[in-house]
């Protein structure tokens, strides 16, 4: 083909880059049409290792006498759990606090007087052994213990639970991508993008007690361990034809 001028080429030139970036820009469009879902999926299992938090309390006239009363009754939980069978690695100082209780006059004039002093050491235990937490709860109440402020259960190792999971959440992605495309009267393609996010749960801790209540309770306190669940979200994009 023979131009007459430069300006016809030219504008020929720019037609058919027109043409082709138009076809470039449909076929982009159709690549990139999509669905996105989220899918859930929930994996339950029973716990197996249980985490309990006991404290003990001591007023005495002196600090130096309310913590050697502490100290004497901690020694004595201490040799409670290891008669257990709990690891001393599995036994740590959660908090140890000493603080002077007060009487204020009730007509409120001058300085509280001090009438003692209030020591507290609170203890965390790791049983690995949850039916034995309802002994182990009894054990330290004879000891000494005079709160418990809570029971907690978990899992060492969540992977089985979070596999389980993931596999359900990725199954009702699928399922719920395909409602869609069947609705909207497309077929899906190939997955373009995932994402995750994964959550635990478990039972609500025991709320602390009084040693009244332990004592009503032990040697065992009916504790529940009840099953502890992995949930996982997946949110996944479909390409649709």
Same mark, same amino acid.
Do not use: C, W
């Given at each position: 083909?023979?131009?007459?001028?430069?300006?016809?080429?030219?504008?020929?030139?720019?037609?058919?880059?027109?043409?082709?970036?138009?076809?470039?820009?449909?076929?982009?469009?159709?690549?990139?049409?999509?669905i996105?879902?989220?899918?859930?999926?929930?994996?339950?299992?029973?716990?197996?290792?249980?985490?309990?938090?006991?404290g003990?309390?001591? *007023?005495?006239?002196?600090?130096?006498?309310?913590?050697?009363?502490?100290?004497?009754?901690?020694?004595?939980? *201490?040799?409670?759990?290891?008669?257990?069978?709990?690891?001393?690695?599995?036994?740590?100082t959660?908090?140890?606090?000493?603080w002077?209780?007060?009487?204020?006059?009730?007509?409120?004039?001058?300085?509280?007087?001090?009438?003692?002093?209030?020591?507290?050491?609170?203890?965390?235990?790791?049983?690995?052994?949850?039916?034995?937490?309802?002994?182990?709860?009894?054990?330290?109440?004879?000891a000494?213990?005079?709160?418990?402020?809570?029971?907690?259960?978990?899992?060492?190792?969540?992977?089985?639970?979070?596999?389980?999971?993931?596999?359900?959440?990725?199954?009702?992605?699928?399922?719920?991508?395909?409602?869609?495309?069947?609705?909207?009267?497309?077929?899906?393609?190939?997955?373009?993008?995932?994402?995750?996010?994964?959550?635990?749960?478990?039972?609500?801790?025991?709320?602390?007690?009084?040693?009244?209540?332990?004592?009503?309770?032990?040697?065992?306190?009916?504790?529940?361990?009840?099953?502890?669940?992995?949930?996982?979200?997946?949110?996944?994009?479909?390409?649709?034809?």
């Open positions: 083909m023979i131009f007459r001028t430069y300006r016809q080429a030219l504008l020929l030139a720019v037609m058919i880059v027109g043409v082709g970036g138009l076809a470039a820009a449909q076929d982009e469009q159709a690549a990139t049409r999509s996105s879902v989220t899918g859930h999926g929930e994996a339950a299992g029973p716990p197996d290792q249980a985490q309990v938090t006991v003990v309390q001591t *007023l005495a006239a002196t600090v130096e006498q309310s913590a050697r009363d502490n100290q004497t009754v901690v020694a004595r939980i *201490l040799r409670a759990l290891d008669a257990q069978g709990i690891d001393e690695k599995d036994i740590q959660a908090s140890y606090s000493i002077p209780e007060q009487q204020y006059d009730p007509r409120g004039g001058g300085e509280p007087k001090i009438t003692g002093y209030r020591v507290s050491n609170t203890v965390s235990v790791t049983v690995n052994e949850v039916d034995k937490v309802g002994a182990v709860l009894g054990a330290v109440t004879d000494g213990a005079n709160s418990v402020q809570g029971v907690s259960f978990g899992v060492r190792d969540t992977a089985a639970l979070e596999e389980r999971a993931r596999a359900a959440a990725m199954a009702n992605a699928r399922e719920r991508a395909e409602a869609l495309a069947g609705l909207a009267g497309v077929t899906l393609g190939e997955v373009q993008t995932i994402s995750m996010s994964s959550g635990g749960g478990q039972p609500l801790p025991m709320m602390g007690v009084s040693r009244m209540a332990m004592a009503e309770a032990a040697p065992d306190p009916g504790i529940a361990a009840g099953q502890l669940s992995v949930n996982v979200q997946v949110h996944v994009t479909y390409a649709i034809r």
